[in-house]
């Protein structure tokens, strides 16, 4: 195995850029000698998703491939958890991951419309906070792809608090009406008053207060609830109190906020999604470099996420949660998903997911040169692309079960010592196998027979007790003789593998001169009232040659 990797890392210099590698060698040049910093950041507003992880996972990949080049870097998260509540979503994860409808929760959380997630109580009643939750059930999605250890993550209102963002706050106030210049030009509502800055109302406890006034020497502000239009479409009322805080008890509007993270934190790298490419990248490109006199980082930019063809939406019922995904595929294949280009849209097809899981078994066995491939150039990239989805490079190739015949053998088999027998005679197991082995085959089931359940009913499999009379009046005389030659053959031999079962079906078509297609056509409809299946071979060693010989007999 280290001589695969020093193969491959000696090639990589010269043969091709992972695009991770590209971002990379840019981010180091940026940083000199000193670290990179690849951040990212979300709002706790409810249930973060799986288009959302992009920012997490491009930002993630490039740290990695910072690493892998022997340069300092650190990955930051920060959770924007002053940002207020918008509305109420219709649904919201449990702790556990599970939906639940917020009717229940709707009377007593409109009284926060407007309120920091950090103030507003757990809808759960199990976190200290709505933030504490929300953000809970987004990172332990997270760790499931990214070792704990190496996020750095940050909380907005903690950052306030504890005074870190005064510096950058000094600079917009010091300079204000450069600030209001600077932002006038992305944005229409910019008067001639405007302070980019929104204090925590001292008596009703909303953020969407106006504030009127600063103070640099007491580092406070003075300000009118007034209430205010949150994303251009949710009003938010305000009790009109006026009152004066200090710096720690608000928050700066996003436009300025943004830079001021990548300032505060030094970053070298943080993407957007390409809906932020005109925003939130174009005026904090501006304010770093003519306000806060600092040199921009890269802004990689992402597509959108299509689940099935389809943009993720409510209405859609297509929203998912990462631990939503990996109730049916690996960590490291949804993480293998996350590194390709993402210049264009990508769709996540759940109904199809097994040519994702497909793709990273064939990635799989290119990298420990289980499988060849002629293009150099591809071939190194899918390389990188497997050793960065992968959190620790296995020492040999696992057993990886095809993920579609793995739904078969999941619903055919009680029992994980009847699918390796299985798995066996169809020359899926060729070695004996370790502890890890049967963990990784164990898992690979299990996640098959959960995307049957939840994604492709038709894949479910229902197997005859009794030969239905409608199939048996439809079959012809020829394709019942056929069936018949074959329960001779299962009676002669009881134990066979894969091959020589496929023989053997050749043999009678061959023999009763038919199609191929009308014998396969029988069995399927006689085995499972369906005219098509699993491939039939397999199929029929995984249901067990007892069971079909049974049904075949009633011809």
């Known amino acids: 195995m280290r001589e695969v990797k020093k193969k491959h890392d000696g090639a990589l210099k010269d043969e091709i850029k992972f695009w991770a590698d590209q971002l990379a060698e840019e981010a180091v040049k940026k940083a000199g000698a000193g670290t990179v910093t690849c951040k990212c950041a979300a709002s706790p507003s409810g249930a973060k998703h799986i288009g959302n992880l992009f920012d997490i996972m491009k930002s993630y990949n490039v740290y990695k491939s910072v690493l892998k080049k022997g340069h300092p870097a650190r990955f930051i998260f920060t959770s924007d958890d002053r940002d207020p509540l918008r509305t109420i979503p219709p ?7 599970k939906w639940v409808p917020t009717e229940r929760f709707e009377k007593r959380l ?25 953000t809970k059930v987004w990172l332990d999605g997270i760790y499931t792809l990214i070792p704990e250890k190496e996020i750095h993550a940050f909380s907005n209102t903690e950052l306030y608090e504890k005074g870190d963002f005064d510096p950058y706050i000094e600079i917009i106030f010091k300079n204000i009406k450069k600030a209001r210049k600077i ?36 580092k406070a502000v003075s300000y009118i609830c007034s209430g205010r239009e949150l994303a251009g479409k949710y009003k938010i009322e305000g009790c009109g109190h006026r009152g004066e805080t200090s710096w720690h008890n608000g928050k700066l509007a996003w436009r300025f906020e943004t830079p001021a993270q990548m300032a505060l934190f030094h970053v070298t790298v943080e993407p957007f999604g390409k809906e932020h490419a005109e925003g939130t990248v174009r005026s904090s490109k501006v304010i770093l470099k003519d306000l806060f006199e600092i040199d921009p980082p890269l802004f990689p930019i992402y597509e959108f996420l299509l689940v099935g063809g389809k943009k993720m939406s409510a209405r859609e019922g297509n929203v998912y949660l990462t631990q939503e995904i990996l109730d049916i595929i690996e960590p490291e294949v949804f993480a293998y998903f996350y590194t390709k280009r993402s210049l264009k849209q990508r769709d996540l097809d759940l109904k199809n997911i097994y040519h994702l899981v497909d793709e990273f078994d064939k990635a799989e066995r290119i990298f420990f040169g289980a499988e060849k491939l002629d293009n150099e150039k ?33 619903q055919t ?25 049967m963990d990784v085959i164990r898992q690979r089931l299990n996640l098959a027979k959960n995307w049957v359940v939840k994604f492709s009913p038709e894949n479910m499999i229902k197997i005859n007790e009794k030969i239905p009379e409608s199939i048996a009046k439809k079959l012809t005389d020829v394709q019942k003789q056929a ?19 496929t ?41 067990g040659e007892l069971k079909v010989k049974k049904l075949l007999e009633q011809i």
Request: glycine share 2%; charged share 25%.
């Open 378 to 410: 591809e071939k190194m990239n899918i390389i990188r692309m497997y050793e960065t989805a992968i959190q620790e490079i296995p020492k040999e190739l696992p057993v990886r079960i095809p993920y579609k015949f793995a739904a078969v053998v999941a």
């Open 183 to 218: 932002i006038s030009k992305f944005q229409k509502s910019v008067t001639f008053d405007y302070i980019p800055f929104h204090a925590i109302c001292e008596r009703c406890g909303k953020i969407t207060t106006k504030v009127v006034g600063f103070d640099i020497d007491k």
């Open 503 to 543: 023989n053997k079906f050749y043999e009678i078509i061959n023999y009763h001169n038919m199609k191929s297609a009308d014998f396969f056509s029988a069995a399927y409809q006689v085995l499972i009232d369906k005219k098509s299946g699993p491939k039939l071979a397999q199929f029929i060693i995984a249901i």
């Open 91 to 97: 649904r919201l994860p449990t702790l556990d991951a």
């Open 110 to 134: 409109s009284e926060y419309l407007g309120h920091p997630y950090t103030d507003i109580p757990d809808p759960f009643e199990c976190c200290q906070s709505w933030a504490e939750h929300f």
């Open 413 to 437: 088999t009680a029992h994980l010592e009847h699918a390796i027998k299985v798995l066996t005679a169809t020359s899926h197991v060729k070695r004996k196998l370790s502890g890890e082995d």
């Open 483 to 501: 069936l018949r030659d074959l329960v001779i053959f299962i009676n002669d031999k009881p134990t066979m593998d894969e091959e020589e079962l």
